[in-house]
């Protein structure tokens, strides 16, 4: 028997924030697709490291141009986002069934490890194309994105 029912548990509305986070970000970047594009074009072109009268760094190498290669990326942020997004809703839901068919804090555990590695895929992807250079604000919403997925998983430790 549990000591708290759902509704008074941390657990799912922990779930709940970061699965509309996520909802959001996916719609975001769905409804503004060009938009999008274009700055994952800025990102992949790194742009942010091209300085007038300043030689090119050797980091340029990796730069992408092809513009049908930033929307095959954002196309598969969105994938990744409304993937991780379901799986949140999804785990917040088992916490108020009665009997869920799998266990609700295996399913936070799996759900919360998903949006960790969208953070770690949006750092490691953005700091290959040395997205620090210009767009800092960036990088610390995917540093918080993963805090955050650490700080949630050990509040979900400790109420097994």
Known sequence: MEFFPAWLR?????????ALWTSLAAFNNARAFGHGTAYIGFIMGMGGLRIEGVPDSPLMGRAVKHSAAHRLVLFMIILLECATAIALWAAALLFFMSTPPIDPSLAAFFA???FM????KLLVGGSWFAYYAHMDQAQITHFLMIALSVLV???LRLGT
Do not use: I, M, W
């Open 153 to 155: 998983l050990c509040l």
């Open 10 to 18: 941390v657990e799912p509305f922990l779930l709940a924030g970061l």
């Open 117 to 120: 590695g969208l953070g770690f």
């Open 112 to 114: 919360v490890c998903l």
